[in-house]
């Protein structure tokens, strides 16, 4: 996708051949910081703070972590212990222990002097793999909008509701909720985003704002708790949401208010869709209540906003009083029964035990 105009991923190889550069995603949208990464504890650094996140990028930033880690050591033991560190980075996105399984898979059992070339292979693949099945996300995705375009009068827009970050900055590439809107807009379809602000962190007003502006799409940025109300009045034709981790059972775990826009949408027949590439699909949690791990995240992430003073200076502001607890819980997680269908890389899959059991056995 864009930034100021030219193409760009949110995670590279950097002209070394082996350091890693990244978009610090803290830094927006007032400010495009680029980071390079060249050990592990940077790799497991920029995935715990944030500087990358977005399931998809988390794992594609994993995987390159264990290729810095062998560059120091390439015993059993260490690349273990590179399993383990960035494992235990962020608890939720399902993507991140997918793409470490991968990079141990890829270089286990090899000999020490073959496994780092194996790993940055492996690595790039898994970047390659992301953008691909984003891109084929996006066109299963832009079916469903392009049936509810030919149903408007007046070449109207379709509204589109979404909630936090699942676009290309979530992501290798092309991302996994706006990419059916990307596709859409590619192909002519006139669409507009409702676009929650996604408090604490504000990714959507930060991110997904940002991301929808380098593209020229229409958006609007709201108070996460306008999207009932916009429901009740027919202003909002359909919801697409990304994923950090689908259940067996299709119970889908994303960013914290996911279920609230579930539970509005299904009381006003508003349709909604999770765009969920396969690596985000855990066939091996039964359910969503009580198989996924839901982060607990500092509570300053909630007491504090961050932003820009009219003299251009970046400021963070409490806004808590003193001596109050928070907490910040940073995922919630939605029941199947509340979900329309799942837009994966091999298209639309009903939310549940059969249907996604089939899904894998494909």
Same mark, same amino acid.
């Given at each position: ?15 070394d ?16 910081? #680029? ?28 995987a ?21 560190? &960035? ?47 984003n891109r084929?996300? @996006?066109?299963?995705?832009?079916? #469903? ?8 009068? *007046? ?22 909720? #706006? ?8 192909? @002519? ?99 969503? &209540?009580?198989g ?7 509570? *300053? ?5 961050? @932003? ?16 109050s607890?928070v ?36």
């Amino acid at each position: 996708m864009k930034v100021n105009g030219k193409p760009s991923r949110t995670i590279w190889l950097e002209p070394d051949r082996w350091s890693v550069g990244i978009i610090d995603q803290t830094q927006l949208p007032h400010r495009v910081v #680029l980071a390079r990464l060249t050990g592990l504890s940077d790799a497991v650094r920029a995935i715990a703070s944030m500087q990358v996140r977005g399931a998809p990028l988390i794992g594609a930033a994993a995987a390159y972590g264990m290729c810095l880690a062998l560059r120091a050591d390439s015993s059993d033991e260490a690349l273990e212990s590179a399993y383990r560190a &960035l494992l235990a980075a962020r608890p939720t996105a399902i993507n991140l222990k997918w793409a470490l399984d991968e990079m141990l898979a890829a270089v286990r059992n090899r000999p020490r002097e073959e496994r780092l070339a194996l790993a940055y292979q492996r690595a790039a693949e898994i970047c390659d793999q992301d953008v691909g099945i984003n891109r084929a996300i @996006g066109r299963h995705g832009a079916e #469903l909008i392009a049936a509810v375009a030919a149903k408007k009068k *007046n070449g109207a827009p379709v509204q589109v509701l979404t909630h936090c970050n699942a676009g290309w900055l979530a992501t290798v590439d092309f991302g996994t909720a #706006l990419a059916p809107i990307y596709v859409a807009h590619e192909n @002519g379809l006139a669409v507009h985003v409702w676009v929650d602000e996604t408090r604490p962190r504000n990714q959507g007003a930060a991110l997904t704002a940002w991301e929808l502006g380098q593209e020229q799409i229409a958006h609007t940025v709201i108070a996460d708790n306008t999207g009932g109300h916009l429901m009740q009045h027919g202003m909002v034709d359909m919801i697409i949401v990304g994923t950090d981790r689908v259940a067996a059972n299709g119970d889908v775990c994303n960013k914290i208010g996911t279920y609230l826009k579930a539970l509005a949408a299904s009381d006003n027949a508003v349709p909604f869709y999770v765009a969920a590439p396969s690596p985000s699909i855990d066939h091996g949690v039964s359910d969503g &209540l009580t198989g996924i791990p839901i982060e607990q995240r500092a509570g *300053n992430e909630v007491a504090t906003v961050t @932003g820009r003073t009219s003299d251009g200076r970046i400021e963070s502001v409490r806004i808590v009083p003193d001596g109050s607890e928070v907490a910040n819980y940073a995922f919630d997680v939605t029941p199947a029964r509340l979900i329309t269908g799942l837009i994966t890389e091999r298209g639309i899959v009903a939310p549940t035990r059969e249907a996604l059991a089939a899904f894998r056995s494909r």
